[in-house]
């Protein structure tokens, strides 16, 4: 039982490191070279957490080979267009110009009800207000509306704004993020400032944002 | 970068330990093996002595290589030739006839634990 237990926790730790190392990528969209190694760890992980005759360097040794491949592999398609679009494939054009293409749709066995869903998903409720859709690698739909049925922007309406970054996150349930900080262009003695201006110390604060021009909006914690 | 580089490091920390794994197994079983068929040849020349003192030879040794092969081995494969090497004395003394047969097992066994790794 004791050895059951170890053995998950250390492969519960080299998991999380092995998908750390493959980046951000991994966690959100999958490339299907992603897709195999996340479906291969998985299944490799759990042998020998389940059998413990089995040695752990026989889960450890595969794991660590296929996450080393897959980024080699990565770093190889980073290098070279083919063999980019070898390991992920190329993006596919299904509307272009307002019109579906059939064709392409039945070569990605994309079948209506998958294209409906995914424009949805899309925030797109009406077939006739797209433009442009491109079936991604990761099998994400990306869609560009006919201008007719975008959203009017500010600079449509002919209304002046300022480029700005949005707020940072500065400090979260007491604890204070330097790293934003530094991004706004402040540093601690502005933020004591501000803080004992609002009567809380930095650990009072639930949430405090701010951005480049200064402006900030504090969250006092509640039942402190 | 540093990715690969972390990846170069670990193919390459892989690449030594799964040479040096299997120089291991080979040496270990390797020298294993050649005790059994010292144990067997003595057999087969009546020679009592040198079967007593390559049946503690061979449990020596395979004390030795436990340790290393239970980290690369199966349990169940290491565990069974344990299991027919603690038989060996026992079937000697008895004068059991299958001995020889038994000493022949425990070394296919030590074969196929190489060919394994």
Same mark, same amino acid.
């Given at each position: 039982?004791?050895?059951?237990?170890? $053995?998950?926790?250390?492969?519960?730790?080299?998991?999380?490191?092995?998908?750390?190392?493959?980046?951000?990528?991994?966690?959100?969209?999958?490339?299907?070279?992603?897709?195999?190694?996340?479906?291969?760890?998985?299944?490799?992980?759990?042998?020998?957490?389940?059998?413990?005759?089995?040695?752990?360097?026989?889960?450890?040794?595969?794991?660590?080979?296929?996450?080393?491949?897959?980024?080699?592999?990565?770093?190889?398609?980073?290098?070279?267009?083919?063999? $980019?679009?070898?390991?992920?494939?190329?993006?596919?054009?299904?509307?272009?110009?307002?019109?579906?293409?059939?064709?392409?749709?039945?070569?990605?066995?994309?079948?209506?009800?998958?294209?409906?869903?995914?424009?949805?998903?899309?925030?797109?409720?009406?077939?006739?207000?797209?433009?442009?859709?491109?079936?991604?690698?990761?099998?994400?739909?990306?869609?560009?509306?006919?201008?007719?049925?975008?959203?009017?922007?500010?600079?449509?309406?002919?209304?002046?704004?300022?480029?700005?970054?949005?707020?940072?996150?500065?400090?979260?349930?007491?604890?204070?993020?330097?790293?934003?900080?530094?991004?706004?262009?402040?540093?601690?003695?502005?933020?004591?400032?501000?803080?004992?201006?609002?009567?809380?110390?930095?650990?009072?604060?639930?949430?405090?944002?701010?951005?480049?021009?200064?402006?900030?909006?504090?969250?006092?914690?509640?039942?402190? | 970068?540093? /990715?690969?580089?972390?990846?170069?490091?670990?193919?390459?920390?892989?690449?030594?330990?799964?040479?040096?794994?299997?120089?291991?197994?080979?040496?270990?079983?390797?020298?294993?093996?050649?005790?059994?068929?010292?144990?067997?040849?003595?057999?087969?020349?009546?020679?009592?002595?040198?079967?007593?003192?390559?049946?503690?030879?061979?449990?020596?040794?395979?004390?030795?290589?436990?340790?290393?092969?239970?980290?690369?081995?199966? /349990?169940?494969?290491?565990?069974?030739?344990?299991?027919?090497?603690?038989?060996?004395?026992?079937?000697?003394? /008895?004068?059991?006839?299958?001995?020889?047969?038994?000493?022949?097992?425990?070394?296919?066994?030590?074969?196929?634990?190489?060919?394994?790794?």
């Amino acid at each position: 039982m004791l050895t059951v237990l170890l $053995r998950a926790v250390i492969l519960y730790i080299l998991i999380i490191f092995s998908i750390r190392l493959m980046g951000k990528r991994q966690i959100g969209e999958l490339q299907p070279s992603e897709l195999v190694v996340t479906i291969l760890v998985s299944n490799i992980a759990t042998l020998p957490i389940e059998d413990i005759t089995i040695p752990m360097i026989m889960g450890v040794v595969p794991i660590l080979t296929l996450v080393s491949l897959d980024v080699f592999a990565a770093q190889l398609s980073l290098k070279s267009g083919k063999l $980019r679009r070898l390991f992920s494939g190329q993006p596919k054009i299904i509307i272009s110009g307002g019109r579906i293409d059939q064709k392409m749709m039945r070569s990605l066995r994309y079948t209506v009800d998958d294209l409906m869903e995914s424009l949805r998903g899309c925030s797109v409720f009406d077939i006739n207000d797209v433009q442009l859709a491109v079936v991604e690698t990761t099998g994400k739909l990306s869609v560009y509306q006919k201008q007719s049925s975008q959203p009017a922007t500010k600079e449509d309406m002919k209304v002046k704004s300022d480029e700005k970054d949005p707020p940072q996150l500065i400090i979260t349930d007491g604890e204070v993020n330097d790293a934003a900080l530094r991004s706004v262009g402040r540093d601690r003695t502005w933020l004591k400032k501000i803080t004992s201006a609002a009567g809380v110390s930095e650990r009072e604060v639930f949430m405090l944002t701010a951005d480049t021009d200064g402006e900030y909006s504090i969250i006092k914690k509640e039942g402190q | 970068m540093a /990715r690969t580089v972390i990846c170069m490091v670990i193919m390459a920390v892989l690449t030594a330990a799964s040479i040096g794994a299997a120089i291991y197994t080979d040496t270990r079983c390797d020298e294993l093996i050649s005790i059994i068929d010292e144990v067997i040849s003595s057999e087969g020349e009546g020679s009592q002595g040198q079967i007593t003192e390559s049946l503690d030879s061979l449990e020596r040794e395979w004390d030795k290589s436990y340790k290393g092969f239970s980290f690369i081995a199966q /349990r169940e494969m290491i565990n069974d030739i344990s299991f027919e090497l603690s038989q060996l004395r026992e079937r000697y003394t /008895r004068g059991s006839d299958d001995f020889i047969a038994e000493c022949r097992g425990v070394r296919d066994r030590l074969i196929r634990l190489r060919e394994i790794l």
